[in-house]
């Protein structure tokens, strides 16, 4: 089992950083290959790995549109999206996900109209996964061809 890091789920204030548990094991290089999440399924997964942690811990900059005549006051609301995480899987069709907030001088708040919010997930890497290679038949180095039996003596 690996884990790996996802973006923070908001650009700035108080967001969450997720990370994600992948079957996979070690190989010749030293470093990880991904395996179907089946062949991990009666392995013990570790008790000690924080799955979630809070991230962007600083407050969030004030949107700079102010309407003509009208103070900071009163400042429209709006939908902020963090950028789009990594793709759940790198082909077969997968799921990227964003955090959206509406904010009202960078802080959250409940004045933006839900018919206008961002779409929070979407599909990505929906192209088929190539084939496994099979791999060749070969003798190992050790293993050599018997020689003929000789006629006669030795």
Known sequence: MQGREQQCSSSCGSGVQKRELRCSERDTRGGFTELPSRRCRH???PLNLDLQQLCNPGACPE???ISPGRGPSTMVSGWF??????????????????????????????????????????????????????????????????????????
């Open 43 to 45: 392995t013990a997964k």
């Open 81 to 154: 999206s963090s950028p789009w995480q990594q793709c759940s899987v790198s082909c077969g069709g997968g799921v990227q996900t964003r955090g959206v907030q509406c904010l009202r001088q960078g802080r959250p708040t409940a004045g933006c109209l839900l018919h206008q919010r961002p779409v929070t997930s979407r599909a990505c890497n929906t192209h088929f996964c190539p084939a496994a290679r099979p791999v060749p038949a070969h003798r190992p180095p050790w293993v050599t061809a018997a020689a003929p039996p000789r006629k006669g003596k030795p």
């Open 63 to 65: 949107p700079a549109h």
